[in-house]
Nanobody, 120 residues
Framework: QVQLVESGGGLVQPGGSLRLSCAGS????????MGWYRQPPGKQRELVAA???????NYADSVKGRFTISRDNAKYTVFLQMNSLKPEDTAVYYC??????????????WGQGTLVTVSS
């Protein structure tokens, strides 16, 4: 099965930048859409950005123009470049992938999350 591990979170000042990485490992027929979600303190998890295997992207309105999602299909890896960070971007960020398994099952896989704190 595929497992996802995020890295790159941490503490950053408002206006700063961070780059999150999500590395997938394991065996699958393919990984289709990949994305980043976040869960701010006391709130529900929300979609931040997603990217298909063909490179099509979509973003939450709150991050458009500031965040960029990209992926390396050969390495099952997805990135999130976050610029001009705001305190309201503070959240646990989760990587997500839609996986087609060896036995042709469609699975949704989640990483364990990485904390991003934007504060002065």
């Amino acid at each position: 099965q595929v497992q996802l591990v995020e890295s790159g979170g941490g503490l950053v000042q408002p206006g700063g930048s961070l780059r999150l990485s999500c590395a997938g490992s394991g065996i699958a027929r393919s990984i289709n859409a990949m994305g980043w979600y976040r869960q701010p303190p006391g709130k529900q998890r929300e979609l931040v950005a997603a990217i298909t295997s063909g490179g099509s992207t979509n973003y939450a309105d709150s991050v458009k123009g500031r965040f960029t999602i990209s992926r390396d299909n050969a390495k099952y890896t997805v990135f999130l470049q976050m610029n001009s960070l705001k305190p309201e971007d503070t959240a646990v960020y989760y990587c997500n992938a839609n996986v087609l398994t060896i036995d042709f099952r469609n699975l949704e896989v989640w990483g364990q999350g990485t904390l991003v704190t934007v504060s002065s």
